[in-house]
């Protein structure tokens, strides 16, 4: 039988794929980790819920990494408490949605889009959240070249990445949930409580098929700008994803995401040096919590979150500085501007909280006089 149309141009949409798979700047989850995927499928012999690619507890494992029987590796996607990580795959194997909460750079998107791609092999059907999203990029809209053709009719809608999800029993990832208008919100009641989608125009309706859920994510910081009503709160498991509870698992986080973002990025230079990564993250995360790692000095805090994602960036930045305009190295030069941008987001009050952790704290911390001349010069 003759392939059709959209068969032969999905066949030709993959071979461009795989043909520029190597160009892309960031893949998606369930392309760049295609082979562990595989892996773990091999190795599953428990049971799956209806239409899911995996098991549970092959889910979790390939988020928080590990060795299978077969002696293939399995990377930690996720750095922190399993326990965390089972909650929120036994929410998405119910009828409830999945709300992963936090302060920025915990994760919610890396962990959300992670499960999607584990869980239904596409982390793709995506909505972002922002002021302007309209309840049609959350329900349907209209091709309306043929809704004049044609007038109302199936073929003129246009699915929206819920849509898509319902109908092929996927997940559906709805980014910065607290930043869309909260009557746009309230348009995923009906669809989580009665699982169906009406298209009032047509006297019709869209029904999920098993295996559909919504993975949400709200920050902390956001909380107020579009309060979440009672009625869609009730429809949500919330998970809280914290910061790291221990400087190492800290660093380990940021060692493992450089590492990545660096390959990805081609940067040509040398790995960085354990030792700065823990100098970038202690310093964020004093700033942070308002105290010096031993407890014995209270620091003021800055305004910005100076989270575990921008200690990330600040160390790739860093790479790119070392690289092109440097000897290769990482050093306390190259990291300077990096972490002060971080640090200083207001001019006056951060400006004078830095300065004051500079001269009580970092100038006085054995080996670390090159990034306090560093910062110094700089501020």
């Known amino acids: ?4 149309k959209s068969t032969a141009q999905s066949a030709k949409h993959k071979t461009s794929k795989s043909e520029t798979a190597e160009t892309i700047l960031r893949q998606h989850a369930e392309e760049q980790f295609a082979n562990e995927l595989a892996a773990l499928a091999d190795a599953d012999d ?28 399995i990377s930690a996607k996720y750095v922190g408490s399993r326990r965390l990580m089972e909650v929120a795959i036994a929410t998405l194997a119910t009828d409830r949605a999945l709300l992963l909460y936090g302060i920025p750079g915990t994760g919610k998107s890396w962990v959300s889009e992670h499960l999607a791609a ?10 972002q959240g922002t002021a302007g999203t309209s309840e049609e990029a959350i329900r349907y809209g209209w091709n309306y070249a043929q809704l004049l053709a044609k007038g109302p009719s199936m073929d003129a809608i246009v699915q929206s990445p819920l849509m898509n999800a319902m109908a092929t029993g996927k997940i559906t990832r709805v980014e910065e949930l607290t930043r869309i208008p909260a ?13 169906t989608l009406p298209i009032a125009e047509l006297g019709e309706e869209v029904q999920a098929q098993k295996g559909f859920n919504v993975i949400a994510t709200a920050n902390n910081r956001d909380k107020g700008v579009n309060e979440l009503s009672s009625a869609l709160k009730r429809r949500f498991n919330t998970v809280i994803l914290p910061v790291p509870s221990q400087v190492e698992e800290e660093i380990q986080i940021v060692q493992t995401r450089v590492e990545s973002l660096g390959k990805a990025l081609e940067l040509p230079t040398e790995a960085p040096a354990l030792n700065e990564i823990r100098r970038i ?51 306390a030069e190259d990291l300077a501007a990096g972490i002060q941008g971080a640090v200083v987001k207001d001019p ?32």
């Open 281 to 331: 993250v202690t310093i964020f995360r004093e700033l942070r919590n308002g105290v010096t790692e031993d407890g014995k000095t209270k620091l003021k805090s800055p305004s910005g979150t100076l989270s575990t994602a921008e200690a990330i960036s600040v160390v790739n930045s860093g790479m790119a500085l070392a690289a092109h305009f440097g000897n290769g190295s990482l050093d």
């Open 183 to 195: 009557d746009v919100q309230d348009t995923l009641i009906t669809v989580l409580s009665e699982k």
């Open 1 to 4: 039988m003759p392939a059709t």
């Open 118 to 127: 584990a869980i239904a092999g596409d982390s793709t059907l995506l909505i």
């Open 46 to 73: 428990r049971q799956r819920p209806p239409n899911w690619q995996m098991s549970p507890w092959a889910v979790a494992t390939y988020l928080m990494g590990g060795t299978l029987d077969s002696g293939a590796e």
């Open 348 to 379: 006056v009050q951060d400006a004078v909280v830095w300065k004051e952790y500079l001269e009580t704290v970092v100038k006085e911390r054995d080996g670390w006089m090159d990034i306090y001349r560093a910062c110094r010069e700089l501020a």
